[in-house]
């Protein structure tokens, strides 16, 4: 029997990756973010390489919450049960808090915030029919640290990281595994910038991310990785 997931952010970037490497692991992927062609070309993609591949697109905007509640309703067509929950799209705004305003507090709260803790609600019960149900977070190592410009977005990823850890202590006694992961630089084209520009060669790759993935969903029953910080060697992090 396949195992199934969900995966958000699936259009671009690290969510790409983590569905090309789970439909290779002959996971069942359910693929959510708001570019259903993006989302229809990966499926096309993943379904030209393994043809018996289950993947469906389910495009949402997550920061508005009846089209996430429309994604609910379309994936409860589908399936009853979720064996694991990607949680990983996510926005940033970068400027001086001098020129930061209301709307763009909004468009990073909404999305980081607001859309993970009420998708995460609405997708409890598919959790509950798994025999080991996981559940992902991609934070940021911006859930550790600071940096000039990046007041919002570093302050929805270390509020990503408290709904997570608050999330691991409800949901313990139903048996759903929560786990962490915290990339640094990564090569993406997160925040409007350039994917594979000449400055990101260093970075890690969404690939990189995606198997740390992987490895979180794979241990044994009765394991589960709390939190993964990983970074390109480049990047000097400090706390
Ligand atoms: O970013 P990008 P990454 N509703 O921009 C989706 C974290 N991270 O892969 O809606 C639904 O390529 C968007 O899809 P679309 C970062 O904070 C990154 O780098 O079609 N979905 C796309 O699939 C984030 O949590 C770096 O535009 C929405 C995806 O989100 C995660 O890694 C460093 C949406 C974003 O893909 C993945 O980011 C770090 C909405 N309203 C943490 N808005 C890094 N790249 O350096 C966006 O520390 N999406």
Known sequence: MKKKVLITGASKGIGRAIARLLAEHDWEAYLTARSLDELEQLRAEIASRFPDARIFSLPADLSAIESLNSLVKR??????????????????????????????????????????LF???????????SDCPRLVGITSDVARRTFAGGSIYTMSKYAQDALFHTLRKEWRSSGIRVSVIMPGLTDTSFGGSEAGAPHKSEWLRSEDVASAVAYVLHVPNHVVIDEIMLHPFCQDWQP
């Open 75 to 116: 994936l409860g067509e589908l399936t009853e049960r979720l064996d694991a929950l990607v949680l990983n799209a996510g926005v940033g705004v970068f400027k001086p808090i001098t020129e930061m305003s209301e709307a763009d507090y909004e468009t990073v709260m909404n999305v980081n915030l607001k859309g993970n």
């Open 119 to 129: 998708l995460a609600k609405e997708l409890f019960p598919f959790l509950q029919q």
